[in-house]
T-cell receptor
Framework: GAGVSQSPSNKVTEKGKDVELRCDPI?????LYWYRQSLGQGLEFLIY????????KSGLPSDRFSAERTGGSVSTLTIQRTQQEDSAVYLC???FGTGSSYEQYFGPGTRLTVT | GENVEQHPSTLSVQEGDSAVIKCTYS??????FPWYKQELGKRPQLIID?????GEKKDQRIAVTLNKTAKHFSLHITETQPEDSAVYFC??????????FGKGTRLHILP
């Protein structure tokens, strides 16, 4: 079946512009995560959605970052007034449930470059 | 909240030798410990996981061990091969909360 998809695959934007990154999780997966991976670095947790519960936003680095998940499916990560330090690969992952027992399936990522 | 420490950050081993990556966690409620492998330019993928009710799990050349008392777990790769070169991430979670990843170990298999 179809895996997690993300769009765009690459995004180049000027400093100060807003960007929207999209994630389509695997159908039926209730949990959705966003991570940021800077060059050669680890997986930095950003935000986590689980079903109809309030999202866990504890990883968002500033109020310029926000995310939505509409209808329990597609998610959009928005970065306002982008800065050069926002340049990274943004990975989305989905899983059938939360925490224990559930494998995370990652998307291919969106490479964001802020010039 | 949970905090996962992983070391070493970089590891080089001769092809055919064994590699060991170690992680510690802070939340005693954590009960699920997956390991993900990320090859260059690709997305992370689950390679093996262990739950808190077992101390060791093997899958061919890969094994994971868990010491709940000490709150540490390890990944062991035996008879390493060139295709084992990648970044490996450990993680920990409990039933009700999000997964927390370690910072990763870059494994180089030397010819």
């Amino acid at each position: 079946g179809a895996g997690v998809s993300q769009s765009p695959s690459n995004k180049v934007t000027e400093k100060g512009k807003d960007v929207e990154l999209r994630c389509d999780p695997i159908s039926g997966h209730t949990a959705l995560y966003w991570y940021r991976q800077s060059l050669g670095q680890g997986l930095e947790f950003l935000i986590y959605f689980q079903g109809n519960s309030a999202p866990d936003k504890s990883g968002l680095p500033s109020d310029r970052f926000s995310a939505e998940r509409t209808g329990g499916s597609v998610s959009t990560l928005t970065i306002q007034r982008t800065q050069q330090e926002d340049s990274a690969v943004y990975l989305c992952a989905s899983s059938f449930g939360t925490g224990s027992s559930y494998e995370q399936y990652f998307g291919p990522g969106t490479r964001l470059t802020v010039t | 909240g949970e905090n996962v420490e992983q070391h070493p950050s970089t590891l080089s081993v001769q092809e055919g030798d064994s590699a060991v990556i170690k992680c510690t966690y802070s939340d005693s409620a954590s009960n699920y410990f997956p390991w993900y492998k990320q090859e260059l330019g690709k997305r992370p993928q689950l390679i093996i996981d262990i739950r808190s009710n077992v101390g060791e799990k093997k899958d061919q050349r890969i094994a994971v061990t868990l010491n709940k008392t000490a709150k540490h777990f390890s990944l062991h790769i035996t008879e390493t091969q060139p295709e084992d070169s990648a970044v490996y991430f450990c993680a920990a979670s409990n039933t009700d909360d999000k997964i927390i990843f370690g910072k990763g170990t870059r494994l180089h298999i030397l010819p």
